[in-house]
C-alpha cells in the first residue's frame, strides 16, 4: 500500500526495528490507563486514557497495535467514535492508508447526517455520521477508545451498513469483558481489543 510505505520510509524508524512495537502493550496499557472510582457517577470505574496520551511513544505503540489484525486488509476508512476513539483512529488511518469518518453525537456535524439509537442506562442516546461520508462498498473499521455494553459501536455500525458500507473490523484499546459488548456487534464482524478489564 503507497500511503503505508511512503508514512514509514519518511519516518527516522520501521517497524522491523521499532523497540516498541515487541512492547508487551498490556502491561504497557496497564502502567499508562488509570482507573477512577465513581465518574461520572457513583459505581463507575472510569478508564482514564489521560496518562497514556502524555506518554509521546503512545502515539506509535498503540495504533501499530490496534492495526495488526487488519493490515492485510484494504481497508477505506477507519470510522472513530467522538471523541476518544478520534485520539488514535486517526493514526491507525493513517496507518492503513484509509480516510477517516468521524462519528459524532447529536448537533455537531454540519451538513446531512444519517443517526442510530442507543440505549443507555436510563434512555436513549444518538450517534451522527454524514449521510455522504461512505462510497457503498467501502470497507469500514468501527474504533473508540473502550467498549462497554457495546451500545455505541453497535450504532456506529448500524450507520456505516445504512450508507452501504461494510464493517471490516472493531477496533478498542479496552474491553470491560464483564459488560458483555462484544455479544451486541460480534454477528456483525471480527472484535479486537488490546486489553480486557
Ligand atoms: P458503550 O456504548 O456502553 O460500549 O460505552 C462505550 C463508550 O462509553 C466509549 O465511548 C467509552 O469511551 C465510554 N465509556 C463507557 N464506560 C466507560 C468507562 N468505564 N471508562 C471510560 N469510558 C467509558
Not at 459524532?104 to 454540519?110: H, I, V
Not at 464493517?167 to 488490546?194: C, D, W
Request: proline fraction near 5%; glycine fraction near 8%; aromatic fraction near 10%.
Amino acid at each position: 500500500m503507497l500511503c503505508y510505505n511512503w508514512f514509514f520510509e519518511n519516518q527516522d524508524y520501521k517497524i522491523d526495528d521499532m523497540p516498541e512495537a515487541n512492547t508487551d502493550i498490556q502491561s504497557y496499557l496497564e502502567q499508562h490507563i488509570r482507573n477512577i472510582p465513581d465518574f461520572p457517577k457513583p459505581g463507575i470505574q472510569f478508564k482514564d486514557i489521560t496518562p497514556l496520551l502524555l506518554d509521546s511513544q503512545s502515539f506509535k505503540i498503540v495504533p501499530e497495535h490496534l492495526i495488526q489484525p487488519y493490515k492485510s486488509q484494504k481497508i477505506d476508512y477507519v470510522a472513530g467514535v467522538e471523541s476518544r476513539g478520534f485520539l488514535y483512529g486517526t493514526i491507525m488511518a493513517s496507518l492503513l492508508g484509509a480516510g477517516f469518518i468521524t462519528v459524532r453525537k447529536p448537533g455537531k456535524l454540519p451538513a446531512d447526517t444519517i443517526k442510530a439509537e442507543y440505549e443507555l442506562e436510563y434512555g436513549t442516546d444518538e450517534l451522527h455520521m454524514h449521510k455522504d461520508a461512505i462510497k457503498p462498498g467501502s470497507k469500514v473499521i468501527i474504533h473508540d477508545d473502550l467498549i462497554a455494553t457495546g451500545g455505541s459501536a453497535r450504532a456506529a455500525a448500524e450507520l456505516v451498513q445504512k450508507t452501504g458500507g461494510e464493517v471490516a473490523g472493531y477496533s478498542f484499546i479496552m474491553e470491560l469483558g464483564f459488560l458483555n459488548g462484544r455479544e451486541q456487534i460480534e454477528g456483525i464482524s471480527e472484535v479486537h481489543s488490546l486489553i480486557s478489564y
